[in-house]
């Protein structure tokens, strides 16, 4: 069955980095583009990045071009979300998501932006 585990997430102060992951099982990895979307306490989920099977090509939501980098290593059946000058109003939940016929989603990894 398809899995999909994120981690890395964690507390780090405004302008920090911080690099999450999400390791992917139970699908052909290398076929198929994966997407990161986070949702804040009382907001709706939101997309964040696109990635695509090959990592050629990617695309971010306006907020976080310039500031974050989404990428991925087949071998490792790994997507990974580079996060710089992070701001507060990036403290979320991330989630990794896959449309492996229907729609996976990971269980989240917290981010929180606060000095």
């Known amino acids: 069955q398809v899995q999909l585990v994120e981690s890395g997430g964690g507390l780090v102060q405004p302008g920090g980095s911080l690099r999450i992951s999400c390791a992917a099982s139970?699908?052909?990895?290398?076929?198929?583009?994966m997407r990161w979307h986070r949702q804040a306490p009382g907001k709706e989920r939101e997309f964040v990045a696109f990635?695509?099977?090959?990592?050629?090509?990617?695309s971010y939501t306006d907020s976080v071009k310039g500031r974050f980098t989404i990428s991925r290593d087949n071998a490792k059946n790994t997507v990974y979300l580079q996060m710089n000058s992070l701001r507060p109003d990036d403290t979320a939940v991330y989630y990794c998501?896959?449309?492996?016929?229907?729609?996976?989603w990971g269980q989240g990894t917290q981010v929180t932006v606060s000095s």
């Open positions: 139970g699908f052909t990895f290398s076929s198929y583009a």
């Open positions: 998501g896959a449309l492996v016929r229907s729609m996976y």
């Open positions: 990635i695509t099977s090959s990592g050629g090509s990617t």
